[in-house]
């Protein structure tokens, strides 16, 4: 791993002390149709029918999956503890648009292993924490059709602003933040075919880390560079 400043102006190691102490920021009862209902699948690839194959497609996935390696970074970028188990791992995200950085805590509630009639089914869903820019909930899963052997990842989520956005903040939500959230959907699609296709067969596909103090940055690709700095940042805007 290699040591480097994780985000710019920002020291996420008391961030994600203090962020264990927020809730989640909505009740599962509160969701009807007012919220947004998303689902994108994309192709990630095709190999064997049956059981998945070692350092095959799927494995390869869901293990990029796990270190959220695909999340593009020019949209998100997430510092974690590596050593904390997944499910219940809090993640702090960085929300980029423009020059605007938005840093919001999510929290890891769910983990899914299991078979769902002919398909291999692998992944995790977190939900928005106190301060978001949202409440809701998004699920990552890399299924695995085994009749025919593709490879899909599944993007399912439920979101609506938080209430308690600033009327600046909200604005401009309101007129790019759904953009943004489709875009996200449809890039960890493109992005996550591509990883996999150049690291199949690796016995460890995800790349070198980026680490301070026990943290990491996700993806390994998101290296903050000098003209961040000139970003205007909002910590837990919600």
Not at 192 to 209: I, K, N, S, T, Y
Request: contains cysteine; hydrophobic residues 35%; charged residues 30%.
């Amino acid at each position: 791993m290699t040591a480097v400043r994780l985000l710019d102006r920002i020291d996420p190691a008391p961030v994600l002390a203090e962020q264990r102490q927020r809730r989640v920021n909505f009740d599962a009862t509160e969701v009807d149709d007012s919220w947004h209902h998303d689902e994108s699948r994309a192709r990630l690839g095709t190999e064997a029918p049956g059981e998945p194959e070692p350092n095959g497609v799927w494995q390869t996935a869901c293990r990029l999956v796990a270190a959220y390696e695909m999340a593009d970074p020019l949209l998100i970028r997430a510092v974690y503890d590596p050593s904390a188990p997944l499910h219940g791992r809090d993640m702090l995200l960085e929300g980029r648009f423009v020059v605007l950085r938005f840093y919001m805590g999510v929290r890891i509630t769910d983990v899914t292993d299991e078979r769902r009639d002919d398909t291999r089914v692998w992944g995790w869903a977190y939900e928005t924490l106190e301060g978001h820019l949202e409440r809701g909930r998004m699920s990552y899963e890399v299924v695995k059709d085994e009749s025919s052997g593709d490879v899909d990842l599944v993007i399912t989520a439920y979101s609506k602003g938080s209430p308690s956005l600033g009327p600046v903040t909200r604005l401009g939500w309101k007129l790019f933040g759904r953009q943004a959230q489709v875009r996200f959907y449809r890039e960890c699609g493109r992005r996550l075919a591509r990883q996999v296709h150049e690291r199949l067969g690796q016995d460890d596909p995800v790349p070198e880390r980026r680490t301070l103090h026990g943290l990491v940055l996700a993806p390994a690709d998101a290296a903050p560079r000098p003209h961040h700095r000139l970003s205007v940042r909002r910590h837990q805007p919600g």
